[in-house]
C-alpha cells in the first residue's frame, strides 16, 4: 500500500501561514511524505473568493515554496460547479483505488460536516484527520447527525490510518495560527499602513504578489 497523502481544502483568499504551518504541523506529526492543497474553483459554503483562481493558485505556489513537502492540486479549480469535497475525493480514488487518504479539516469545519453535499460517503473515500487547536473541547459539541459516525468512527492510533484506505476519523493537536485571510484582505484595502501590519502573516513573497497586482484593494475585480 502507497504512503497515505495528506489532503488540506479551502479557498487559499490568500494563503497565509495559518493554513501553511497547519497543513505541515499535520504532515509532520503524522509522518506524511506529502501534503496536497487543494483551491476550492467555486466553494459551496460561501461566496465566490475575491480573488480569481489563477491568481489564488500563484499565491499558493509562491508559498508551497517555503514548505517543500506542501504541493497544489488544482483540480477544484478546473472543475464546473460547486467544488464539492466529495467529488474531489471520488477522482482522487479512481486514481489510486488502494492509498490511504487523509483529508484535513478543521474542528469548526468537522461541526458543520452534515451540510456538506453527501457527507456519509467522505468516510469511504478518506479518513478524516481533524485539526484540533489546544482548548477545543469537541466531545460536546459533535451535532447529532454526526454522533454515530464520530463514535464508530475515532480512533486513536495513527497507524490505523496506513493501514486502510479510508474510514476513521483521528484527531491531531495542531499549534494555535490565529490568522484570517478576511482580516488580511480588510488590512491590504487600507493601503500601505494595512500591508505593513499584516507582514509576516504570510510568506513575504504572496504578500509582494498582493501588491503588485492589486488584489483586494477597493477597485481590484478579482
Known amino acids: 500500500m502507497r504512503a497515505p497523502l495528506g489532503l488540506l481544502g479551502g479557498t487559499f483568499d490568500p494563503v497565509h501561514y495559518g493554513h501553511l504551518r497547519l497543513a505541515d504541523d499535520v504532515r509532520q506529526a503524522l509522518g506524511l511524505a506529502e501534503v496536497r492543497l ?3 474553483g467555486d466553494p459551496p459554503h460561501r461566496g465566490q473568493p475575491h480573488a480569481s483562481a489563477t491568481d489564488r493558485l500563484a499565491m499558493l505556489d509562491l508559498g508551497c515554496q517555503e514548505f517543500s513537502t506542501l ?14 469535497t466529495v467529488l474531489s475525493l471520488e477522482e482522487l480514488r479512481s486514481e489510486d483505488s488502494v492509498r490511504p487518504l ?5 474542528a ?3 461541526l458543520g460536516l452534515p451540510q456538506w ?11 478524516l484527520v481533524v485539526a484540533e487547536r489546544p482548548g477545543v473541547t469537541l466531545d460536546r459539541a459533535i451535532p447529532e447527525a454526526l454522533d454515530p459516525e464520530w463514535h464508530a468512527r475515532l480512533v486513536v492510533d495513527p497507524a490505523r490510518l496506513r493501514r486502510t484506505p479510508s474510514g476513521s476519523i483521528y484527531r491531531q493537536r495542531v499549534s494555535p495560527q ?3 485571510a478576511s482580516a488580511i484582505r ?11 501590519a499584516v507582514r509576516g ?11 503588485h497586482h492589486g488584489l483586494y484593494r477597493a477597485h481590484s475585480t478579482t
Not at 460517503?121 to 479518513?127: K, S, V
Open 38 to 40: 487543494l483551491p476550492a
Open 71 to 84: 504541493t497544489i492540486d488544482p483540480r477544484e479549480t478546473l472543475r464546473t460547479g460547486k467544488s464539492y
Open 102 to 106: 487523509l483529508w484535513i479539516i478543521g
Open 108 to 110: 469548526d469545519s468537522l
Open 117 to 127: 453535499h453527501r457527507w456519509r460517503e467522505l468516510f469511504g473515500l478518506a479518513h
Open 178 to 180: 490565529p490568522i484570517s
Open 186 to 196: 480588510a488590512a491590504v484595502m487600507r493601503g500601505p499602513e494595512g500591508i505593513a
Open 201 to 211: 502573516l504570510l510568506p513575504d513573497s504572496v504578500l509582494a504578489y498582493i501588491d
